[in-house]
Every structure is written in C-alpha cells, then in structure tokens.
C-alpha cells in the first residue's frame, strides 16, 4: 500500500498530512469521505525509512483462522459484506491485514466482488483462498466457504506447529552443544597448554587433537563463521531455484525418520488443500494446478503436475501417482474410488485426516528417538574434551610420582 501527501480544505479551513492507499484514486475518495475537498495530492517515493518492513508472512495462520471465522460468523447472522469487511478491519490487530481490508471495503463499495478486491492483495490472500471464494459467489454460499478455509487453514496451522515442536528441540540441544564446545576450547582447555608444554613428553593423540582444535578456534575463528553464513546461504539459494530446490526437497524426504514426516506432512496438505478447492466447485483442473503451487515440496509438486497433464489427455488422475514412491498405495487407491463413487472431496478428506495424526505421531516418535540422540553426542563431546585433558594429567601425576 502506498502513501499519500496532500493538501486540501474542508469546512474548518486548510487541511495537510498523508494517507495511504492503493492508489491516488482511491486516496481522494477516502479523503472526500470525510469532508476534504482535495486540491493537491502526490505519492510519496518508498525508502529504507518509510516503507513498512516485513519478514516472512505478513498474517499469521492463527489470525487469518480468526478473521475467516469471524467473517463467515457475520455473514451468516445477516451482516452486509461491506459491514462485515469494514467492522473486520477495525478491529484486527495486524496492520497488514487492516489496511488491506480497508481497501477491500472501497472495492465492494464500488460493486466489485470480494474475490476481485482480494486478488489486489496476493501477499495476503493465497491463490487457494481468493478461487474457493470466487467459486462461494458463484454457488451463493460464501459463508460455508469460509468456514471451510477456516478449517482448511486451521488445520495446516496445527501441523506446522506440530512440527516446528518437533524441530526445535535437537536445534536447541544442537546450539547449547555447540556453545559448551566452544566454551571448552576457548576458556578451558588453553590454560592447560602450558603445563602440558612444562612437564614434556609425548602427548596422546586426543590431546593433540584438541589442542590444535582449540588453537584453530581462537585464532581462525571467522573460518568457521565464514562457513556458517556460507551454509546457509547456500540454502537459501537452493530452495529459491525451482530447479535445485528438488533435489533440495528430494534430500529431505530421504532422510531416515524426519524425511517420513514430511512426505506425510506434504501429503496432508495436498488432500486437504485440494478436497476444499474441489468441494468448493474450483474445476478440478483449476484446484490441481492450485495445488501445485502451494504443496510446498518441489518432488511432490512434480507428480502433481504430471497427474494434470494426465487428467488433461482424459487419463486417469493417479496414473503418475501409483509409479512414484513419495504417494503410498493408500493415497492412490482412496482418489480412485472417490473418482468412481462421486465422492473424491469426501475421500480426499479421509486422507488428509489419516496423515495429518500421522504427522502427530510421527513428531512424538521424533521427541523420543532424537532426545536420547542429542544428550548422547553432547555427552561425546564434552566426555571428548575431558578426557582429553585427564589423560595427559594422570601421566604428568604418575612422572611425578616416580620421583
């Protein structure tokens, strides 16, 4: 959304100060409103000082849920949409989404449907969310609509913070490892170096290691730093590119344990993403191609867009998805008999619902196996350490025993 100077006049003299709006247009019909004849409006140019910043998603899935509940809760106790759009907006607590649903409600003043006034709006209205509620205006049951992305979102919400839980952990066992290492290295161990040198004598090999380790550490620390940031760098490039970010995904899914987690995770949300679009009268075609875009995993994504071009030549819709390993019998079998009974929402459904408790018993199987992993290797490495520096001490204690 831009911002806006302008000067103008109203009933109590001059008026000046800013505005922001979609366009200069809409500025002026926003300032006419409330009583300013405007004389002279210009945007004002966006820089590093004035433009809002944002990180990641601009609406958390949490207060998107609520907003569709909410919305969909007015619409059907009687509520006109520009109300309900309007008393929204004035009491969401994410400025993004205000602001957007304030330009919403000038769009439906001027007669145009909510899905068009969403579509202005990608960053925050998905591709999933501006069909399914094109296709409620069409059916005239927009409401039903709404609860049913209400729970479509709910649900992705649950399972991405189910996950993220089960993540988290090892990172955080991880970072603590990786501070008493560096700890041990940089305080502990070099106040042993000069005794060591005093009393002589060969040193055992885990000492020597360590030594050199600690020695690296203070004086060519940045190499790791370097490393670090190149690291993830790298990721982040990778998982830009379309065309790595497969085999980025591909590596993923083959990891023992957590690579299960996010194939079912993948497979939850492509059912219950295209269940909604389809029991929401998207054309199938349409909600693949939907679906697709928003899986999330390059591989998955591939087969997806094979099975499309399948269904586009009159083949059957799992042919691509019975010859791949990342969609398990189940997947494949349940999409045929909802295409033979008529009942492929309601099947997609049953799917999604499966995997999505796979995915909470899949995180807690994640809990137990990784804790016990992370205190293991963090016990190997401080025992590591240690040892390293008791050895060579017990011989000094034993040299000076001989004398």
Not at 10 to 18: M, S
Not at 67 to 72: A, E, H, K, M, T
Not at 219 to 229: G, P, S
Request: include cysteine; proline fraction near 3%.
């Amino acid at each position: 959304m831009a911002k806006f100077s302008y000067k103008g006049r109203d009933l109590k003299g001059k008026k000046a100060g800013q505005i922001s709006a979609s366009s200069k247009r809409e500025a002026v019909v926003k300032l006419s409103q409330t009583g300013i004849k405007v004389q002279f409006i210009e945007e004002i140019p966006e820089t590093l000082f004035t433009k809002d910043l944002s990180f990641g998603r601009k609406v958390k899935l949490k207060h998107f849920v609520i907003f569709l509940r909410q919305f969909s809760t007015l619409l059907k106790a009687g509520v006109t949409m520009v109300d309900a759009t309007r008393i929204l907006g004035q009491q969401t607590e994410n400025k993004h989404l205000r602001n957007a649903l304030l330009d919403i409600e000038q769009e439906l003043k001027e007669g145009n449907p909510l899905s068009l006034a969403c579509s202005k709006h990608k960053k925050i209205f998905t591709p999933i969310f501006i069909n399914m509620v094109r296709a409620g205006e069409a059916g005239g049951n927009l409401d039903d609509t709404l609860d049913r992305l209400a729970v479509q979102y709910e649900k992705q919400h649950d399972m991405q913070k189910k996950i993220t839980a089960a993540l988290t952990y090892p990172v955080i066992v991880g970072i603590m490892a990786i501070v008493v290492l560096i700890f041990l290295l940089i305080a502990i161990v070099p106040t042993f170096v000069d005794l060591f040198a005093e009393f002589g004598g060969e040193l055992p090999t885990i000492t020597k290691f360590v030594l050199k380790a600690s020695d690296f550490m203070q004086n060519a620390w940045y190499v790791i730093v370097l490393f670090i940031f190149a690291i993830i760098a790298l990721i982040i490039t990778l998982k830009k590119n379309k065309a790595t970010k497969y085999y980025f995904d591909y590596f993923l899914l083959k990891i023992p344990v957590i690579g299960k987690m996010l194939q079912k995770a993948s497979l939850a949300k492509f059912t219950r993403t295209f269940s909604s679009l389809f029991s929401s009268s998207v054309p199938v075609l349409q909600a693949m191609a939907i679906v697709e875009e928003v899986v999330g995993n390059e591989v998955i994504a591939g087969v997806i867009k094979k099975s499309r071009n399948s269904l586009e030549k009159g083949q059957s819709i799992t042919g691509p998805m019975v010859s791949h390993w990342a969609f398990p019998p189940l997947v494949t079998q349940m999409i045929v008999i909802g295409e033979e009974t008529g009942s492929l929402d309601s099947m997609l459904t049953k799917v999604a619902d499966f995997y999505e408790k796979e995915v909470e018993y899949s995180t807690d199987q994640i809990k137990t196996l990784i804790e016990p992993i992370m205190i293991l290797l963090l016990a190997v490495i401080v025992g590591t350490i240690v040892a390293s520096i008791l050895i060579p001490m017990f011989q000094i204690f034993n040299q000076v025993g001989t004398y």
